[in-house]
C-alpha cells in the first residue's frame, strides 16, 4: 500500500518519525527536558505526551549526565530509550556516560550487553545563539568506536535517519540541524528506514566531488547550480552518517571526478573533512588531479553577531571558489 | 539483645549464606593478590578484602533478577551475587573465557543472568545505571529492585546526585548503597567532604537513609532487608552507608610510599574482621563449630583452586576477533 507523500518540515519529520517508532514499538519511551508537557524547545516532541502518556514520554531534571545514563542501563535492561539532548553543547557535562559507558558496555562486557539507546540533540550555526549554543562536535563523537552518529540533512532524511537510528542496536546519536528545523521537504506518510552508513549521492557530475555534511548539504546543491550554469558538473555527496563513514561511495566518486572538497560546518581542524581527505589521499591518491580540500569554520567558537556569524559558517559562496581552485589545477 | 539471640532473629540458613558468601569472596580475593604479586596476572587490581560483610549482608536480600552495578573495586559484589568464580579469574587472566571474553579486565566483571550489570572504573559511572534498570523493571511491570553500589569517593561526583536526584523525583526502587572505607583512593573523608556520614546526603534528595556497622554482616543484611522491601513495594529510592574498611591498599597489595593510613588505624579495623566476628557469633550461638566454619574454608579454597587452574588453562583471545562486539551487528 502507497501512502501520500506531503511537504512537511523537518522538524515534523522528526516528531512523526517518534510517533510511528513509538506505535511500532512499545519498548520506546523518549525520556529529556522539557519532552513533555512543553513538547522540546523546538516543539519536536509535540503531542507525544498526549498520544503515549508520562510513562512513555518523561520529563526530567536539568540533570544530563544522570539521565543519559539513566537510558543506558535502561537499555541494557530491554527497552529503547530516545535521550533528548537540547542542545549539542551541552554534551559535554554527560560525555562518560556516551563514550565510556553507553559505545563501550558491549565490548568491555564481552559482547552480552547491548546498547539501543538513541541520543537526539540540535547543532549547527545561523541562530545567533552563539558560542555554547551552536556547536558542531560530530568530530568528537565520530572518533569513539562504539557509536554511531547522524546529522539529516533534509526532511525525507531526518524521518528515515531517526527510524534507522532508534531501531539500531547500538548507541546512535542523530544531530538535528537548528536552522534546518523550518525548512520543508517531501516526506512520505508511512515509516521508512534510510539505513545508516550509505551516503546519498544527491547530483551525478564528473568534474568534482563534493562531500557535504547536514546544513552544507543544501549549500552544496546551490553551489552545484551555480557551477553549472558556467558548465561545470558537480557531483554532491551527503554524507548523511558519519559514523559509521561511507568510504566506499567517497572513493568511487573521486575516482572518476579526480578532485574532492569535503565540506562542514564544525571548525576544518580535526574535522570529519580531515579524515575524509586522508581516507581519499590513501586509498585514491593516482587518482586525483588536484589535493583534497576542506572547507569549514575557523578555528574559533561560534560568534554571535550575525555579521560575525556569517563570516564564520562557510556557504554557497565559499564552497563555488572552493571547486574552482580545484578546476584550476590541471590535471596530470 | 545479644545475649537472647545474636543473631537478631536471622535464620541459621541465611547466617550459613552470609559466611560462605563472606569467605569465597576474601579466599577468591587473596588469591588475586597473590598472583597479581607474582606477575602472573595483568593489569590493577582493587582488592575488596576488609569490606565482604556490605556485599554479603546487601546481596543476601536480593532476588536474581534485581540488578546491581559495580565498582573498580567490584570482584565482591559479583562474587556475593553468585558470579561463576572461573570466569572472573579467567577475566582477570585476560583469557577467552572471561566474563568479558578477555577485553574488560578485573574492572567489567558482568553477568546480566544474575542481575550484575557490571563493575565500572569510572567512579560513579555505573550509578546512573542502576537508576536506568529501576527505570526498565518498573517500566515493564516487574517487581525488581536495583541497587548500586559505590564508595564515599563517589559521593562527590555529579553522577551520584544526579542518579540519586532522579530516582527520588521518579520514585524508582532504587537502593543506593554507600561502602564508606574512609578513604577516595589515597585521600582520608575529612579531607574529601565535610560531613561525616555520607547518608546526610540522601536527606537533600527527600530519601531516607540508614548508617550500619559495615563490618557486621548481620546488621548490614537487617538494614538492606529494610530498604530493599521498601523499594519493592514501591516506596521509593532509600541510601543505606555502611561504615568499612579495607585491608590492602586502593590498588595491588603492597603498602605504598606514601603512609597515607596508620598500621594503628589497619590493625584495629582488622581486629573488628568482620568474618572472624561472625565465626565468633555462629560458634557461642551453636550454629556452627569451628571445624564447620573450617570446612566452608577448605571447600571454597578447592573450588577457587579449580577456578583458577580453569583459568590458567583457558586461551587467550584471538587477535584475528579484536573488533568483535565493538558494534552489536
Known amino acids: 500500500m502507497r501512502t501520500a507523500v506531503r511537504e512537511i518540515t523537518y522538524v515534523k519529520a522528526f516528531t512523526e518519525a517518534l510517533m510511528q517508532l513509538m506505535a511500532e514499538d512499545e519498548n520506546v519511551l523518549v525520556i529529556g527536558e522539557d519532552v513533555a508537557h512543553y513538547g522540546g524547545v523546538f516543539h519536536a516532541f509535540d503531542g507525544l505526551l498526549k498520544t503515549y502518556g508520562d510513562k512513555r514520554v518523561i520529563d526530567t531534571p536539568i540533570s544530563e549526565m544522570g539521565f543519559i545514563g539513566m537510558g543506558v542501563g535502561a537499555a541494557a535492561r530491554g527497552l529503547r530509550p530516545v535521550c533528548d539532548l537540547m542542545f549539542f553543547d551541552f554534551i559535554g557535562v554527560a560525555m562518560d556516560q556516551l563514550y565510556n559507558q553507553a559505545a563501550k558496555l558491549k565490548f568491555m562486557f564481552g559482547g552480552d550487553v547491548s546498547v539501543p539507546l538513541t541520543l537526539t540533540t540540535a547543532g549547527g550555526a545561523g541562530l545567533s545563539a552563539g558560542p555554547q549554543h551552536s556547536q558542531s562536535l560530530e568530530a568528537w563523537l565520530a572518533h569513539v568506536p562504539g557509536l554511531k552518529v547522524v546529522l539529516p540533512s533534509s526532511p525525507y532524511d531526518v524521518k528515515g535517519l531517526m527510524v534507522a537510528a532508534v531501531r539500531d542496536d547500538n548507541p546512535v546519536v542523530v544531530v538535528l540541524n537548528k536552522r534546518m528545523l523550518g525548512s520543508r521537504g517531501p516526506v512520505p506518510e508511512e515509516i521508512y528506514e534510510i539505513p545508516l552508513g550509505q551516503a546519498n549521492v544527491l547530483r551525478p557530475g564528473r568534474d568534482v566531488t563534493v562531500i557535504a555534511l547536514g546544513r552544507m548539504v543544501p549549500e552544496s546543491m546551490t553551489a552545484a547550480e551555480e557551477l553549472a550554469k558556467e558548465g561545470q558538473e558537480v557531483e554532491v555527496i551527503d554524507l548523511r552518517t558519519v559514523q559509521p563513514l561511507d568510504s566506499a561511495t567517497i572513493l568511487e566518486s573521486v575516482r572518476r571526478t579526480n578532485r574532492a572538497l569535503v565540506v562542514h560546518e564544525a571548525v576544518t581542524f580535526g574535522g570529519i573533512g580531515a579524515e575524509v581527505a586522508a581516507q581519499i589521499q590513501e586509498e585514491a591518491f593516482d587518482y586525483l588531479d588536484a589535493p583534497v580540500l576542506r572547507l569549514g569554520a575557523p578555528f574559533a567558537p561560534v560568534p554571535f553577531s550575525p555579521v560575525l556569524e556569517r563570516a564564520y559558517i562557510p556557504d554557497s559562496n565559499r564552497i563555488v571558489a572552493g571547486v574552482q581552485r580545484l578546476l584550476e589545477r590541471t590535471g596530470g | ?329
Not at chain 2, 543476601?60 to 559495580?70: A, E
Not at chain 2, 515493564?140 to 529492585?145: I, N
Not at chain 2, 605504598?256 to 568474618?275: F, G
Not at chain 2, 566452608?296 to 579454597?301: A, L, N, Y
Request: negative net charge; hydrophobic residues 40%; proline residues 4%.
Open chain 2, 1 to 329: 539483645m545479644t545475649e537472647q539471640d545474636p543473631m537478631s532473629g536471622l535464620p541459621p540458613d541465611v547466617i550459613h549464606d552470609l559466611h560462605r558468601r563472606m569467605v569465597r569472596i576474601r579466599l577468591f580475593e587473596e588469591e588475586a593478590g597473590k598472583l597479581m604479586e607474582a606477575g602472573r596476572m595483568p593489569g590493577f587490581l582493587h582488592l575488596y578484602v576488609g569490606q565482604e560483610a556490605v556485599a554479603a549482608g546487601v546481596m543476601t536480600t536480593l532476588r536474581t533478577d534485581d540488578v546491581i552495578t559495580s565498582t573498580h573495586r567490584g570482584h565482591g559484589h559479583a562474587v556475593a551475587k553468585g558470579a561463576d568464580l572461573r570466569y572472573m579469574y579467567a577475566e582477570l587472566f585476560g583469557k577467552q573465557t572471561g566474563y568479558c571474553k578477555g577485553r574488560g579486565g578485573s574492572m567489567h566483571i558482568n553477568d546480566l543472568s544474575i542481575g550484575m550489570l557490571g563493575a565500572n572504573g569510572i567512579v560513579g559511572g555505573g550509578i546512573p545505571h542502576a537508576v536506568g534498570a529501576a527505570l526498565a523493571a518498573v517500566y515493564k511491570g516487574h517487581d525488581s529492585v536495583a541497587v548500586p553500589f559505590f564508595g564515599d569517593g563517589a559521593t562527590n561526583i555529579g553522577a551520584f546526585h544526579e542518579s540519586a536526584n532522579l530516582a527520588a523525583v521518579m520514585g524508582l526502587p532504587v537502593v543506593f548503597v554507600c561502602e564508606n572505607n574512609g578513604y577516595a583512593e589515597f585521600t582520608p573523608q575529612d579531607r574529601h567532604m565535610l560531613i561525616k556520614d555520607v547518608a546526610d546526603r540522601a536527606a537533600s534528595y527527600g530519601m531516607p537513609a540508614e548508617i550500619v556497622d559495615g563490618m557486621d554482616a548481620v546488621a548490614v543484611h537487617l538494614a538492606a532487608r529494610r530498604l530493599v522491601e521498601r523499594a519493592r513495594a514501591g516506596e521509593g529510592p532509600s541510601m543505606l552507608e555502611a561504615k568499612t574498611y579495607r585491608f590492602y591498599d586502593h590498588q595491588g597489595v603492597k603498602g605504598l610510599r606514601i603512609p597515607y593510613r596508620t598500621q594503628e588505624e589497619i590493625d584495629s579495623w582488622k581486629q573488628r574482621d568482620a568474618i572472624t566476628a561472625l565465626e565468633q557469633r555462629m560458634t557461642s550461638a551453636g550454629l556452627a563449630t569451628a571445624q564447620d566454619c573450617e570446612k566452608v574454608w577448605s571447600d571454597t579454597g578447592d573450588e577457587i583452586a579449580a577456578a583458577i587452574k580453569f583459568a590458567e588453562d583457558s586461551p587467550d583471545p584471538d587477535p584475528a576477533h579484536l573488533l568483535d562486539n565493538v558494534y552489536t551487528v
